[in-house]
């Protein structure tokens, strides 16, 4: 049987080279930098010529004991293909049983063959004599060198030196192929790595030391820069009210090279986790997350699959503040499926590090930044909060030295009372300074005795005024016994019925539950804090409502309270049920 010869024998087949020129015209393709594939074809091409024979092929062995993989070939059909065909590397092919020899095998005689098995191919082409030798390598083979032939032939000692000389100079020109791709890998390894750390450290200089605006825009296109991705974009956590948990972009850097929108109708804005199950269960747990979308399933594959600009790959890092997930800084290509090092990960959880640590920097600034301006509203209340009552006492007091003898019985009893009153408030405000100034230095101390708290709160409300004492209920309840400090227990209960009675509505209520621990609520029917205010109302210097001109309202009353209740072992807390509005004095009980 017989098959046709491919149009590169058929070009050579009338030409006649030495095998010395062979040789030597091999060797300067090597050394002319050919592509490998190119320079085995050119390999197979020389050696038909100078031997005169219709085939020849280079076979691959990529690793040990694996099947050789044919490289080059000249001659062969169509069914002969560079890159797919292989070849068995057992004793039991010829191509194995040279690598096994390492010596040139030469077949005068296929059909009488007895050292192996003749392969289907080379009777398919009618194939009768053969000579292979081994390619060498460092450590093993690289594999082998074959050609044959259709009509009977000896080959002589000369031809298999000669073939064993191409051989060596394939096998050189390999090593110094591998030699030149490590000096590029390297060279590449060591700008990539350049890179990485001049984009971290304008990360650090633009996140950790700069002060100018778009400091992290800034940061992001030089990550932008180093890895060279489509683009490269932010995003925080927040909960929305409708969307719930979700994940908010704070900036997309792209590439200015690529043609991507920049604004998918915002399609990326604002996501909810739970569109996102396979990224958050890695990202929370602090690993980075690296995907092609056609790795996702379910809800997060439509997503991805829906994004009008499609990515091929993408790496996710995750960002922390205060030890808690916050956020993520992610690394997308549109182009192609990229490969990251353990080394670019590493540098990018360190950008991903700086990044946290900002935004920890900026939401300390914008507190402390609240926090001065609140103490500036709040000294400049101070004066009129303290006036009022202090102009009130002083007023009576002189009313009462000039003209007291012509008041009567009734009226100085009405001037004594709004004394008691007026300066039980100037009292009540200098106490919270005193005890919000302590709190400020570390100093502030409580007690722990047995308490008996329903006596605490009849004590409170006897004192304060009777216009407001008529507002107030008290629930018929058991004596509730608690560990806690009298006086300060008294400030709370104070402060409570204060705040009710500024910013409540028209009924005041207290009770007194007793389970695990001992609970103190003073309720009141008016419309509520909004949810946004239910902390805020905790801090210190802020109030629920703007409410000048109230003494107590100062904003101490509600942080201090707090405070004093965790100071004491328990907490103080806020909850409205659709109805009222609830503060809650939860306290160790007295066993």
Avoid at 207 to 212: G, S
Avoid at 466 to 489: C, F, K, M, Q, W
Wanted: net charge negative; glycine share 6%; charged share 25%.
């Amino acid at each position: 049987m017989t098959a046709a010869i491919d149009s590169s024998s058929a070009l050579f087949a009338p030409l006649r080279m030495s095998p010395h020129a062979a040789v030597a015209e091999l060797g300067q393709a090597a050394l002319g930098g050919l592509p490998l594939n190119e320079f085995f074809k050119r390999a197979t091409d020389l050696v038909c010529i100078a031997l005169d024979v219709e085939f020849s092929k280079v076979l691959r062995q990529p690793a040990s004991g694996s099947r050789l993989i044919v490289v080059a070939s000249t001659g062969w059909g169509p069914e002969v293909e560079v890159g797919t065909s292989t070849v068995s590397s057992r004793p039991t092919s010829q191509a194995g049983y040279t690598m096994a020899t390492h010596e040139p095998v030469m077949v005068d005689d296929l059909s009488t063959e007895s050292r192996f098995e003749v392969g289907a191919s080379l009777v398919r082409y009618g194939v009768r004599s053969g000579m292979s030798v081994v390619i060498p390598d460092h450590r093993r083979p690289y594999g082998t060198l074959a050609v044959h032939t259709r009509s009977p032939r000896r080959f002589t000692t000369d031809e298999g030196d000669f073939l064993r000389s191409i051989a060596n100079v394939i096998s050189g020109t390999v090593q110094n192929q591998r030699a030149r791709d490590r000096i590029e890998a390297q060279s590449s390894d060591q700008e990539r790595r350049l890179r990485f750390q001049t984009a971290l450290a304008t990360c650090a200089q633009m996140l950790l030391t700069n002060t100018a605006g778009n400091r992290l825009d800034k940061a992001v296109e030089a990550l932008l820069t180093a890895t060279q991705a489509t683009y490269v974009f932010v995003e925080r956590n927040q909960v929305d009210p409708e969307l719930g948990f979700c994940s908010r972009t704070v900036t997309t850097i792209n590439d200015p090279t690529t043609t991507r929108i920049q604004d998918h109708d915002g399609y990326w804005n604002l996501v909810p986790w739970e569109r996102m199950p396979i990224s958050r269960r890695s990202l929370e747990k602090g690993e980075p997350f690296i995907f092609t979308p056609g790795e996702l399933e379910g809800v997060e594959y439509d997503l991805y699959a829906s994004e009008p600009d499609p990515v091929k790959s993408e790496l996710n890092i995750p960002i922390f503040v205060a030890g808690e997930w916050d956020g993520l800084i992610g690394f997308s290509d549109t182009a192609i499926v990229r490969e990251w090092t353990a080394e670019d990960i590493s540098l990018l959880t360190t950008a991903a590090t700086m990044i946290g640590a900002f935004w920890e920097s900026e939401s300390a600034r914008e507190n402390r930044e609240q926090l001065l301006r609140a103490k500036d509203e709040f000294l400049a209340s101070v004066s009129h909060e303290l006036r009022t009552p202090l102009t009130a006492v002083v007023g009576f007091g002189e009313i009462l030295r000039d003209t007291g003898h012509l008041l009567s019985e009734t009226e100085r009893h009405e001037f004594l009372q709004l004394l008691v009153t007026q300066g039980s408030d100037v009292s009540n405000i200098v106490n919270d300074l005193l005890v919000a100034a302590k709190a400020d230095i570390g100093s502030l101390n409580v007690s722990q005795v047995t308490v008996n708290l329903r006596a605490q709160i009849a004590q409170v409300v006897e004192n304060v005024d009777p216009d407001l004492r008529a507002r107030i209920n008290v629930l018929d309840s058991v004596d509730v016994r608690a560990l806690g400090d009298p006086d300060r227990i008294r400030q709370v209960v104070r402060n409570l019925i204060n705040n009710a009675s500024h910013y409540g509505g028209p009924s005041i209520e207290i009770r007194l539950i007793e389970d695990e621990i001992a609970r103190l609520q003073v309720c009141d029917n008016g419309p509520g804090v909004p949810d946004t205010d239910r902390e805020r109302i905790f801090q210190p210097y802020q109030r629920a409502h703007d409410a000048h001109g109230l003494a107590g309202s100062l904003g101490l009353g509600l942080s201090i309270s707090r405070q004093l209740a965790h100071l004491m072992g328990g907490d103080l807390v806020y909850r409205y049920d659709g109805r009222e509005s609830i503060f809650e004095l939860s306290l160790p009980r007295h066993e």
